[in-house]
């Protein structure tokens, strides 16, 4: 069993994601996704700039959004974005989206990224050192998946 790490923020839904009648294109779920990373890794010390100065990027290699149903502009979207332990050396989320005001399920989503050096060339098969000690700080334990 691991102690699962997790974030919420809420985003405001931009006029420039909605269509012309007021719903949110399908594409920008993904960016709040993106949005949920962001805030998680900032809380947890795991930004995409604190990869990069220990000499690693961290590219999406896939991303999955099953929708539920529509946001329109002038709403609010809560991230939840779920930190996915495993041994291998990738970095999984999961992600649900919640209409703030009504807290129904909009969407629910993953994402998988690996470790590459700042070439993009060197794929890591094993954890770098250092997120292993984040991983150990957090009290996560490696599981196979």
Request: with cysteine; glycine share 6%; hydrophobic share 40%.
């Amino acid at each position: 069993m691991h102690k699962g790490l997790s974030d919420r923020t809420e985003i405001a839904v931009r006029f420039n994601e909605a269509d012309p009648l007021g719903i949110v294109w399908h594409g920008h779920y993904i960016r709040y996704f993106e949005d949920g990373r962001e805030a998680f890794g900032a809380k947890y010390g795991i930004r995409y700039l604190d990869f990069f100065k220990k000499g690693f990027v961290v590219p999406i290699v896939s991303v999955q959004c099953d929708y539920k149903r529509s946001l329109k502009y002038g709403q609010t979207v809560i991230v939840e974005t779920n930190f996915i332990p495993c041994a291998a050396a990738k970095i999984k989320f999961s992600y649900r989206l919640f209409n703030a005001e009504t807290n129904e399920l909009v969407a629910t989503g993953s994402s998988v990224q690996v470790f590459l050096d700042k070439t993009n060339s060197l794929l890591q098969l094993v954890n770098p050192p250092f997120f292993e000690e984040w991983k150990k700080q957090h009290q996560l334990v490696n599981e196979k998946r």
